[in-house]
């Protein structure tokens, strides 16, 4: 099976949000800029030797990335019409390490967003 262009919806990767490992604390800190743009497809990992947890809204944490790992929330998936789901824009991403831990040593969080070319 063929797909046209008419079939498609273009994407943009955003730049990488990223944090240092060391920088990381146990209270949610904001890891680059809000999302400017709906995010169809967001890429989280840890490249840590810690435990973290992320936030969409710097109170309650929404998921947990142990050390050497990583995420995709595809919010996008099986909606392909223009009515698509996504994240919506001006959301940040926030992270810190679980209580209990230490400030992780090395490493680095990051965030990739795709999102829809407009």
């Known amino acids: 099976m063929t797909v046209s262009a008419q079939q498609t919806i273009p994407v943009v990767f955003d730049t990488v949000r990223a944090v240092a490992g060391a ?12 999302f400017a743009y709906p995010a169809r497809i967001i ?6 030797n810690d435990d973290l947890e992320i936030s969409f809204d710097g109170t309650n944490p ?3 990335l142990p050390p050497n ?9 099986a909606h ?13 991403i926030y992270v810190r390490y679980l209580s209990g ?9 990051y965030c990739t967003v795709i999102r829809g070319k407009f």
């Open 43 to 48: 890429k989280v990992g840890n490249t840590t």
């Open 23 to 34: 920088s990381i604390t146990g209270t949610f800190a904001t890891v680059g800029s809000a």
């Open 80 to 92: 392909a019409a223009p009515g698509y789901s996504a994240m919506q824009e001006q959301i940040s």
């Open 62 to 64: 929404h998921d947990r």
């Open 101 to 109: 831990e230490t400030t992780p040593t090395g490493g680095y969080f």
């Open 69 to 77: 790992s990583f995420a995709v929330y595809d919010m996008s998936a």
